[in-house]
């Protein structure tokens, strides 16, 4: 997520909770969401380079399980997905 739709996630969870306040974990959430950029002020570059490549990593292993789902003879078209 960029900081951009950081900033678009958090403006659009401030106005679902002047909707409806007490909505489960909607707290919890917001507060999530402010601390990541809160530690996202002050990250370093190394910080950014890791959070990229552990994006990358979910992103080709999604990638492999979803190609796997393909093969009919694959051990994982037998199950269904697993997200996370």
């Known amino acids: 997520m960029?900081?951009?739709e950081l900033a678009e996630a958090i403006r659009e969870i401030e106005a679902r909770m002047k909707v409806k306040p007490n909505a489960p974990n909607i707290r919890a959430c917001l507060a999530r969401?402010?601390?990541?950029q809160n530690r996202r002020k002050t990250e370093t570059h190394e910080d950014r380079v890791w959070r990229m490549k552990s994006r990358l990593a979910w992103e080709f292993a999604q990638e492999k399980i979803e190609a796997a789902?393909?093969?009919p003879d694959s051990y994982c078209a037998q199950k269904p997905a697993q997200r996370y």
């Open 69 to 71: 789902q393909k093969r």
């Open 2 to 4: 960029t900081a951009t």
């Open 33 to 36: 969401f402010h601390a990541e």
